[in-house]
């Protein structure tokens, strides 16, 4: 089993930025991917960035590129998603998630998820 906690959600302005940090435990050598997941209201829960453990290769969605950062420290068992010029149609519940992929875009490539943390973007 694998714990994934999430903090670092709220509210900000448009134009402002957000750090949403993961932090993971348990049986963490099964997982070689990390990715953070959004769900907006009413919609599909979607992919936003991913991370390799070992390597630290990223991969983003389109509507986040550019602007989205995801990092992690595998001493402390940490990945972090630093948002910049955050928009409106970033507002969503944000979750951390890990796979045993080396690649993983899909909600179904990820064996655990966290609790979510909300994160609001006024306009």
């Known amino acids: 089993q694998v714990q994934l906690v999430e903090s670092g959600g709220g509210l900000v302005q448009a134009g402002g930025s957000l750090r949403l940090s993961c932090a993971a435990s348990g049986r963490t050598f099964g997982s070689r991917a990390m990715g953070w997941f959004r769900q907006a209201p009413g919609k599909e829960r979607e992919f936003v960035a991913g991370i390799t453990w070992r390597a630290g290769s990223t991969y983003y969605a389109d509507s986040v590129k550019g602007r989205f950062t995801i990092s992690r420290d595998n001493a402390k068992n940490t990945v972090v998603l630093q948002m910049n010029s955050l928009k409106p149609e970033d507002t969503a519940d944000y979750y951390c998630?890990?796979?045993?992929?080396?690649?993983?875009?899909?909600?179904?490539?990820?064996?655990?998820w966290g609790q979510g943390t909300q994160v609001t973007v006024s306009s």
């Open positions: 998630a890990a796979s045993g992929k080396l690649i993983a875009t899909m909600r179904y490539e990820y064996d655990y």
